[in-house]
């Protein structure tokens, strides 16, 4: 039976059974539900509970454990000779024979033990499947039975399903940090991978990055380079320009929307700011590649300077741009949540506007305006598209803005775009950069919070 | 000018000690008037005290003799106010100077999420008091004594203000006022986030400092009103009922609304 139909199955009987719980409470309760411990509705959640989570985690069980008892089935039916295979063969032979079982291209000729042991495998697993559909149907119509029997006016009903509630809600955060360890983890096995060919001083000290690996001993520009620093300094740079662009025109716009601007002008003034949050970042980079970057090298020529049309000033510029709204809004909304009682002492005291501005409600907001300024850096270092278009992908390690550079995230782009083989040192480099990446913003978050902290002054 | 206050002298008028005066004002928010035509003297050196039911405007008074109001973007005042003899409303006056002699505690304790001595010495560093680190010391010790809190406070200094308890941090706040050296200090319902105890310590502080600072208080508690205070005045509904020495207008007022008020029939 298909999974999706089993499950709809349990919640309609889920559901009957919250009716049935809800109507057996009213019974119970002689047609006085204030003499019941919890609401009619509570004893209703308890037997929807009772009716559809033992049965949907028999189902989720039976999920993870079926394939692998069917496979074990199937290896122990097979004939003895092939029994006797090496452990890759053996599952080389068990994949076509699944695959032919779901009607699939098999990579050899089918014979009739094949096609019998097939047809074996399938038996077994729609066999399973039916007696699992049956096993679960019946576990969630016992345990409605059950918690409808159950029900009494003394059943704390409330306290019940408010448990389970929040077990479900630790159940589903757990979620999120375990996709977080995952991710973590998946960059971490492939780094290692990476840094078994390439010497981890290599990567995190090297000056040069020229990522390819030879496929002859002899073919031209085999030597392939692997050091990430030209690409962090390069990333580094650029957060820096648009850090440079973003902050004070963040901080600027939000100070004026909070403290100077009427309310009708804040109404407007902000939504459009944000705007600039919506813009797709491609759109940032024909920008930065067809008007920033060139306007850049023009009016650098006019001083004699000599610039690369491909400079990470524009890309920076313009990535400072992109992430304004994020200094600004969130800035704007911390700065408007100062207690008015705080800027009234300080206009009290005789201080103007400006005064209290950068002597009260600064301070008293720095924590949440780091968090803002947090947030956009984090997004300029993960910025690509942008960097991609205006940037350029040469990887030269400089301070000077007005020359071409690479960031990290560009790089990870070029070396996994297109037809890649999973065991070059070259494509293995996108994970360890990635972990890296990983590891630098995790450090400047950490730094960012203990400052915040350190320097913040709570008020309230 | 003095002729005619000598013959036809408004109700809230005191003969010739008036630190401030106010006369023929009223205030709107918007299109409301919260306050009407109101004639009132402080007495210098005295404790004034505004009571009224909620919502009569002794408040919004009381915000009008520092142009607190002037924050509020709809608020508009008329009439004329005075310190000193000078008109406070007038072009040209620095609102900053006028806070600086005028300073204000309010309801809410609001210590500035700093340390205490920063809490303190901000006044004076704002309006450049002090003229060295000793001296600014000096007047925070100074102040945080005069406000009875120098014991308590002085091994913590640089601890934060809001981790004082509420009747602390609300002397803390009278201490902060003080530190600027106002002539005239406005506090509005000081006490009513306080318990009893601290209640009580701080009208002993606002009796103590009636030596140096004219001060008006607002308050809803009447006991308060005639246990701190040397004047009181009674609003009600944006009017000025009447005003007098507050043994006599809490024994035998004059108007019956105040009457009713004291006697507890309405408010």
């Known amino acids: 039976m298909n999974s999706l139909l089993l499950i709809a199955i349990l919640l309609v009987l889920s559901s009957v059974g919250y009716a049935f719980g809800q109507r057996r409470a009213r019974v119970v309760s002689g047609g006085h539900p204030s003499t019941l411990h919890s609401r009619p509705q509570y004893y209703g959640l308890y037997v929807a509970l009772w009716c559809g989570i033992p049965s949907l985690l028999l189902m989720a069980a039976w999920l993870i454990i079926e394939p692998h008892v069917a496979e074990w089935l199937l290896v122990s039916n097979l004939p003895a000779d092939a029994q006797q295979l090496s452990p890759d063969r053996l599952s080389l032979l068990v994949n076509d024979i699944e695959n032919l079982a779901s009607g699939n291209i098999v990579s050899r000729e089918v014979d009739p033990v094949l096609q019998a042991a097939a047809d074996g495998y399938k038996a077994v697993r729609q066999i399973g499947n039916a007696a699992m559909a049956a096993a679960a149907i019946s576990l969630a119509v016992l345990g409605l039975a059950f918690a409808r029997r159950r029900i009494a006016p003394s059943l704390r009903a409330r306290n019940l399903v408010e448990r389970t509630v929040s077990v479900l809600m630790i159940l589903a955060s757990t979620i999120a940090i375990l996709t977080t360890i995952g991710i973590v983890l998946s960059l971490a096995f492939e780094a290692w991978r990476f840094f078994a060919r390439v010497p981890i001083t290599e990567f995190l000290f090297g000056l040069s990055w020229s990522p390819q690996t030879a496929l002859r001993e002899d073919q031209v520009g085999s030597s392939g380079a692997f050091g990430a620093v030209p690409l962090f300094a390069g990333t580094l740079m650029i957060t820096f320009i648009a850090m440079c662009v973003a902050v004070p025109i963040g901080l600027f716009s939000a100070i004026y929307m909070s403290e100077y601007a009427s309310p009708k002008i804040r109404a407007t003034v902000k939504p459009m700011l944000e705007i600039l949050a919506g813009v797709p970042t491609v759109v940032y980079g024909f920008f930065a590649a067809l008007t920033v970057a060139p306007f850049i090298r023009n009016s650098g020529e006019a001083i004699g300077l000599d610039v690369s049309s491909e400079s990470a000033l524009a890309a920076g510029a313009v990535m400072g741009i992109m992430i304004i709204p994020f200094v600004s809004s969130l800035s704007d909304d911390v700065m408007n949540a100062v207690p008015r009682s705080l800027r009234d002492g300080a206009y009290a005291l005789g201080a103007t506007r400006s005064e209290t501005i950068k002597q009260v409600v600064f301070p008293a907001a720095l924590p949440g305006i780091v968090g803002s300024v947090l947030l956009a850096m984090s997004r300029a270092i993960g910025e690509t598209m942008i960097v991609v278009m205006a940037a350029g992908l040469a990887a030269n390690l400089t301070a000077n803005p007005l020359e071409a550079v690479t960031t990290v995230t560009v790089q990870i782009v070029t070396l996994l775009v297109g037809d890649q083989e999973f065991d070059s040192a070259k494509t293995l480099a996108a994970f360890a950069l990635g972990l890296l990446l990983f590891a630098v913003t995790l450090a400047l978050n950490v730094v960012a919070l203990h400052v915040v902290r350190r320097y913040r002054e709570k008020y309230d | ?267």
Not at chain 2, 50 to 70: A, E, Q, V, W
Not at chain 2, 86 to 100: E, H, N, T
Not at chain 2, 242 to 248: A, D, K
């Open chain 2, 1 to 267: 000018m003095e002729a005619v206050l000598e013959s036809e002298a408004p109700r809230g008028a005191l003969r010739n000690t008036a630190k401030m005066t106010a006369r023929g004002v009223s205030v709107y928010y918007g299109d409301t008037k919260a306050l009407k035509d109101v004639d009132l003297d402080i007495g210098e050196n005295q404790v004034t005290s505004l009571i009224g039911p909620s919502g009569c405007g002794k408040s919004t008074f009381l915000r009008c003799l520092n142009r607190m109001n002037d924050v509020i973007d709809i608020c508009r005042v008329e009439g004329d106010i005075t310190l000193d003899d000078i008109d406070i409303y007038r072009s040209g006056l620095d609102v900053v100077q006028l806070r600086a002699r005028v300073g204000m505690v309010f309801q809410k304790p609001n210590p500035f999420p700093k340390s205490i001595y920063d809490n303190i010495a901000y006044g004076p560093r704002l309006h450049g008091i002090a003229e060295s680190k000793a001296e600014l010391d000096d007047i925070v010790e100074l102040s945080l004594t005069k406000a009875g809190l120098w014991d308590e406070v002085k091994d913590r200094l640089l601890g934060p203000g809001t981790g004082l308890s509420g009747g602390q941090q609300q002397r803390l706040c009278i201490a902060r006022a003080i530190a600027v050296n106002p002539e005239v200090i406005l506090m509005d319902e000081p006490c009513s986030a306080l318990d009893p105890i601290a209640t009580a310590k701080i009208e002993e502080l606002i009796d103590e400092l009636r030596q140096n600072f004219t001060i008006v208080i607002v308050t809803h508690s009447m006991q308060q009103a005639a246990r701190v205070s040397q004047r009181t005045a009674f609003f009600h509904l944006g009017v000025l009922v009447e005003v007098g020495e507050t043994e006599q207008l809490f024994t035998n007022p004059r108007d019956e609304r105040t009457q009713g008020y004291i006697t507890g029939r309405f408010g």
